[in-house]
């Protein structure tokens, strides 16, 4: 079993929709929850993060996390077209440096 | 201010060669890391640099894979006869220290096909 689990996708939703992507972890040590965005060639953009459980707004994006489920999400708001991108969550426990990683979620926004 | 380079941005190599890639970090950048990336995967860890020590290698696949850093800037991952396996994207990133997990800003990657 991955440390981390991530619905591949695709996901098409139609533009101004709210978008729910989603990543469960195994790792209870984990304690820094980031989503990334990458666009097709691209490297990884941060885009949200999260210490511990709770709820962050920036923008459009919301991020939950809920530890005591080891289940954390990310919502988008009035999506655009130009949201169309593969999602990665990613984890890391305190003190630890590298992260770990989900498959990503291939999402398209359609006009 | 210019952002983590890579290169090459693609590299076609032939099973059994060896291949060198380039990371240029963000400057003023102490940490780096070296990530994989197959199709249709998530991000695979490979390698951490603090400055020019390597204190966490445990993600490299094998010991055809090395890498190294010169001081806080250039590192360069070497794959010695390059498996057919080893094709992906490979990803550097770079961060100002210790302490911030979240603050790892990624290159664009080289694409490596091993024929």
């Known amino acids: 079993q991955k440390e981390v689990e991530q619905d591949p996708g695709p996901l098409s939703v139609p533009e101004g929709a709210i978008v729910s992507l989603n990543c469960t972890y195994s790792n209870s040590a984990f304690q820094y929850f980031m989503w990334y965005r990458q666009y097709s060639r691209k490297g990884p953009e941060l885009l949200m993060y999260t210490y511990s459980s709770g709820n962050k707004e920036d923008g459009r994006f919301t991020a939950q996390v809920d530890k005591s489920s080891k289940y954390i999400s990310l919502f988008i708001r009035d999506s655009q077209p130009s949201d169309s991108a593969t999602y990665l969550c990613a984890m890391t426990g305190w003190g630890n440096e590298k992260l770990t990683f989900g498959t990503g979620t291939r999402l398209t926004i359609i006009p | 201010g210019a952002g983590v380079s890579q290169s090459p941005s693609n590299k076609v190599t032939e099973k059994g060669k060896d291949v060198e890639l380039r990371c240029d970090p963000i400057s003023g950048h102490t940490a780096l890391y070296w990530y994989r990336q197959r199709l249709g995967q998530g991000l695979e860890f490979l390698i951490y640099f603090q400055g020019n020590s390597a204190p966490d290698k445990s993600g490299l696949p094998s010991d055809r894979f090395s890498a190294e850093r010169t001081g806080e800037s250039v590192s360069t991952l070497t794959i010695q006869r390059t498996q057919q396996e080893d094709s992906a994207v490979y990803l550097c990133?770079?961060?100002?220290?210790?302490?911030?997990?979240?603050?790892?800003?990624f290159g664009p990657g080289t694409r490596l096909t091993v024929t």
């Open positions: 990133a770079s961060q100002p220290g210790r302490g911030k997990p979240y603050g790892q800003y």
